[in-house]
């Protein structure tokens, strides 16, 4: 069983930054493409980013030259450095991967406000 545990979310200004981390297990990490969810009240669940097995990462033109995403192989975490936020990120973060079928995080809530 397939297991993604988010961390790192909260409250910060805008201008800020967060890293997010999804740690993973219960699958063979190294060869799934990991990814990160965001969604905010009342709208639907959008991509932000993904990396594939092999490190290539792509983007939300939403969130391009502003968050980074990356991973570790050897301790099954991926990350999602995030900087200068603001209100229109605000949303629940998720962490994703597929291994035969959709497997998500429960979520963190990110909130960008003063």
């Known amino acids: 069983q397939v297991q993604l545990v988010e961390s790192g979310g909260g409250l910060v200004q805008p201008g800020g930054s967060l890293r997010l981390s999804c740690a993973a297990s219960?699958?063979?990490?190294?060869?799934?493409?990991m990814g990160w969810y965001r969604q905010a009240p009342g709208k639907e669940r959008e991509l932000v980013a993904i990396?594939?097995?092999?490190?290539?990462?792509e983007y939300a033109n939403s969130v391009k030259g502003r968050f980074t995403i990356s991973r570790d192989n050897a301790k099954n975490t991926v990350s999602l450095q995030m900087n200068s936020l603001g209100p229109e990120d605000t949303a629940v973060y998720y962490c994703?991967?597929?291994?035969?079928?959709?497997?998500w995080g429960q979520g963190t809530q990110v909130t960008v406000s003063l």
């Open positions: 990396i594939t097995s092999i490190g290539t990462p």
């Open positions: 994703y991967t597929y291994r035969g079928r959709d497997y």
């Open positions: 219960g699958t063979i990490f190294s060869i799934n493409t």
